[in-house]
């Protein structure tokens, strides 16, 4: 987290809202940038009721993304701008099935590893901030998979989405419970 205001002369030779990305390898910093999307697409993978409620989600899950651009960390700051900044250029895995559970499991081991990344090598406000906002992305999805429609006042109806259970196996594996 940036302990000097913008404009400030920097404490480690760095600019004020510069984050040392070179404090990480190029595939740790992959694991930083690439996680919040495996998240947001683990938390919309279900099923949805309606193509509208995938929709939904699937925004829900990008504006949480997006959010990170107003943290106060320049760590998810920065991991924000190099997400929208990573070209598209992954095949498509058409036909090939993978199994949720493993999915899952692969992304909640990736969640212990960055846990551990950033224990090691950021600024504990830096750490917290980057693990909860990457919660707070499938929380978002979690909102928009059983809306509420507050201005009719009326209660939306189920849709099959994530659980509790998910987001707090997330929760545990990014060291936030």
Same mark, same amino acid.
């Given at each position: 987290? #940036?302990?000097?205001?913008?404009?400030? +002369? =920097?404490?480690?030779?760095?600019? @004020?809202?510069?984050? =040392?990305?070179?404090?990480?390898?190029?595939?740790?910093?992959?694991?930083? $940038?690439?996680?919040?999307?495996?998240?947001?697409? %683990?938390?919309?993978?279900? !099923? +949805? @009721?309606?193509?509208?409620?995938?929709?939904? !989600?699937?925004? @829900?899950?990008?504006?949480?993304? /997006? @959010?990170?651009? #107003?943290?106060? #960390?320049?760590?998810?700051?920065? $991991?924000?701008?190099?997400?929208? *900044?990573? =070209?598209?250029?992954?095949?498509?895995?058409?036909?090939?099935? $993978?199994?949720?559970?493993?999915?899952?499991?692969?992304? &909640?081991?990736?969640?212990?590893?960055?846990? !551990? &990344?950033?224990?090691?090598? /950021?600024? +504990? *406000?830096?750490?917290?901030?980057?693990?909860?906002? $990457?919660?707070?992305?499938?929380?978002?999805?979690?909102?928009? %998979?059983? =809306?509420?429609?507050?201005?009719?006042?009326?209660?939306?109806?189920?849709? +099959?989405?994530?659980?509790?259970?998910?987001?707090?196996?997330?929760?545990?594996?990014?060291?936030?419970?």
């Amino acid at each position: 987290m #940036s302990q000097y205001a913008p404009g400030e +002369p =920097p404490i480690d030779g760095r600019r @004020a809202g510069q984050v =040392p990305t070179m404090a990480y390898s190029a595939d740790e910093w992959r694991l930083l $940038v690439r996680l919040p999307g495996r998240v947001l697409v %683990a938390a919309t993978s279900t !099923e +949805p @009721a309606t193509p509208r409620h995938a929709v939904l !989600e699937g925004l @829900a899950g990008l504006e949480g993304i /997006a @959010a990170g651009r #107003s943290f106060d #960390s320049d760590l998810v700051r920065a $991991v924000v701008v190099a997400i929208y *900044a990573e =070209p598209d250029n992954s095949p498509l895995q058409a036909g090939r099935h $993978v199994d949720r559970r493993d999915r899952l499991a692969a992304l &909640l081991v990736s969640c212990q590893a960055a846990v !551990e &990344l950033l224990a090691d090598r /950021a600024d +504990p *406000a830096d750490s917290a901030a980057y693990r909860q906002w $990457v919660q707070s992305v499938a929380a978002r999805v979690r909102g928009a %998979a059983h =809306p509420v429609d507050r201005h009719l006042g009326t209660a939306g109806e189920w849709v +099959p989405g994530i659980g509790s259970s998910f987001l707090g196996r997330l929760g545990t594996a990014l060291a936030l419970r």
